[in-house]
């Protein structure tokens, strides 16, 4: 059972969707008590990183979370600002982040021919083996959408790698914490083989 | 009637309390069915007859399809397209294109479309007609109303929910030959390897479908293509458009056309589970041997057995497993059809009702008799039409 | 390097698919969840579905409808139609679209461009423009449908809405759509070069060339396709079908 962090943000039904096609159950909550028993967490993200922050610490969800991804190291991945909500901040906000990836979230540079924000199906290369992303093959492809991007500390913690125009990370890992940029839920049967990697690791 | 609803038999034939066919796989269940003293079925028989009227594939069959063909070609000098071929991404309908191309023929595909296709059928029907560089002519009814006249069908409780589908396929041949000034249509059916399918859970015409949708559907039929009688004579008589069935006068092998058309355009088999079409596949997977306690794989499989494709045990055996069910399809049926799972349910759990309960077109299709005999000889109808439709129905109620 | 986009634009009618010519005339195109089935097995880029009747007759997007689509998709969908006020567009992102195409509401409320992009971000702000030649071969903008005409000039309304926040442009060229005659390459690159923003380019598109020259002289990010993708050809039946992705490939390779 994956359970689905439900804290206000995030595209939640299409994640359903696609655990739903793969036959994997999923559940969409926001309950304490729901996410302190679950085995497996996903954590959506769409919008701004200090509004996520923000409700994330409300209450006691960030206790939980911490609690489930630092003591019990359950399986845990954030989904494209998921996965900026891992690091230790962004340049787009102030809040500091969770902090389980020593990383950091910086704007994706503007450069001569190249859009921000970074919109459409890119090509991953794999960086440190994974056991996420270790039999993806070689044409995988993924939506991206987003203007700020992961710079891991220390190349370990990188998976997945993509340029636009600059090189960042696609795909960040430490030990039990998983973080994808891209939108697997929109990624075809890419997305559907991190979505079923994930539920059976 | 309560032998009617027998669920799925014990594997083996030897176990069944039916009586079935000693030589294909038909059982007593089969509407019109009867046995001679060898034990052999009345179905069993009308395929010898007719191999043996259409010489299939024998010399002189192929010579006799060979002068339809010249006579298509004749026929179709100085028009864009001399023949119409109907095309769903099957096996049939895509292999005869091949051959009509094969033969020299310039044909122009048509499609029907319930709007329930799957990727698979869309995607077969494009490779064959781009490697072939065929035109494709198509008739889309409305989504909304396609729905409505399935969900109708669904309401009286009777088996030919697709009846709106196989109907409406026929005009659509019929109205795209008569925009092109074409006068043969190509069909691929085969009752070598199909049979004729007994008319007890197949019937359709237009007025059947009017009478049902009159009484359960909820909007105005407008895009659906309705062969009402009058349009049938039309065609028949006035236009007369010629329907051929290559497959009654040749070898055919659907096994050897189905390697055929992988290797040459990297067609896709969507398996025996009518896959192409969501409806189809909801009819032959869940609702008819979930309502009916039957489907219509016998037809095939009977065909194959006598065919000595399969031995009679073991078509008797595929025929008792309980067939595929694609993931979702219910759930995608009941979406379209706008049913909640109670109203679904409690449909499913009526008394099946038959085609001979509502007003159909059948007792004048018998009335006229004489006049279809005349049409089937000069292949203005097909001559399982007349089988099917013409003769009176021994009813076995 | 992010792949350039060829995209399908769905048009919806009621709660059927069409496809229409010039924006009047319209056929029956079939149903529009089987259609995205289609599409995913064919593994598209991203959709886009316009309802072309919502702005016209001032109804609400059809929720129901857009719900029942974004179950059965597993790419990137935008919706444009009908668009006037932030909450529709919240209602749109929670059931699973990517992105919002605004046209006719914002010609009086531009604001709308900014709102939306503040709550959600630009990149799910997109703005719709579609464009026709007036009597003096100028362009112009026209709203609702293709119905009314503005006197907007297309590229000053373009960097307008770049300025309030969008995200992305679809430049619809009214002239050319259904007609598989060429896209107008003239329009697509005076717009392209007047913004930093991603402009897909719509209408017209009739074989994989034209696809790249919308790219090349055009200068457009994206190319949005409605006739192919649902005609099997030029005058002929319904197909639902994407252009074979090597021979994209080819061709955007030259450019």
Known sequence: MITIVDYGLGNLGSIKNMFNRLGIPSLITSDIDQISSASKILLPGVGSFDNAMSRINHGSLRKVLDLKALEECIPIMGICLGMQLLTNGSEEGSLPGLGWVPSKAVRIPAQQGLKVPHMGWNKVLPTSRSKLTENLPNNARFYFVHSYCVKVEHTKYSILKTNHGIDFDAAIQNNNIFGVQFHPEKSHKFGMQILQTFADI | MTDKNLALQASSIKMSKLTVCSRCIYDERVDGIFFDMDGICNFCHQVDTLIAEYRTGTVEGESRLETILNQIKLKGKGKKYDCIIGVSGGTDSSYMLFLAKKWGLRPLAVHYDNTWNSAIATENIRKVLSTLDVDLYTHVVDNKESEDIFRAFFFAGVAEMEASTDLAFAEVLYRAAWKYNVKYVLEGHSFVTEGITPIGRNYFDGRYIKSVHSLFGRRRMQSYPLMTFGRFLFWTCFARIRKIRPFWYLDYSKEDAREFLQDRCDWVYYGGHHLENRMSSFLHSIYLPQKFSTD????????????????????????????????????????????????????????????????????LFELLRPLFQLLAATDLVPKSFYIKYCLPKKNKK | MVRTRIIPTLLLRNESLVKTVKFGKFSYIGDPCNAVRIFNELEVDELVFLDILASPRGTEPNYKLLRDIADECFMPMGYGGGIKTAEQAHKIFSIGFEKVFLNTSIVNNPNLIEQISTAYGSQATAVSIDVKKNIFGNYKVVTCGGRKRTALDPVIWAKEAEKMGAGEILLTAVDCEGTWQGMDCDLISKVSSAVN???????????????????????????????????????????????????????????
């Open chain 2, 296 to 363: 219509m794989r016998n037809n095939t499989l009977a065909a194959l057995v006598r065919n000595g494709l399969l031995t009679r045990e073991e078509g008797w055996e595929e025929y008792n497993t309980p067939p595929l069910v694609e993931e979702a399809l219910l759930e995608y049926t009941k979406k379209r059809l706008d049913l909640t799972d109670e109203e679904y349910l409690r449909v499913m759990a009526l008394p099946p009702r038959s085609w001979w309960e509502f007003p159909t077109y059948k007792k």
């Open chain 3, 197 to 255: 923003i991603p402009v897909i380019a719509q209408g017209g598109a009739g074989n994989i060339g034209d696809i790249g020259e919308g790219i090349d002289r055009g200068g457009a990010s994206a190319v949005a396709l409605g006739s192919m993708v649902v005609f099997q050809k030029q005058g002929m039946g319904v197909l639902v079908n994407f252009p074979d992705k090597k021979l994209i490939e080819v061709e955007l390779g030259k450019h």
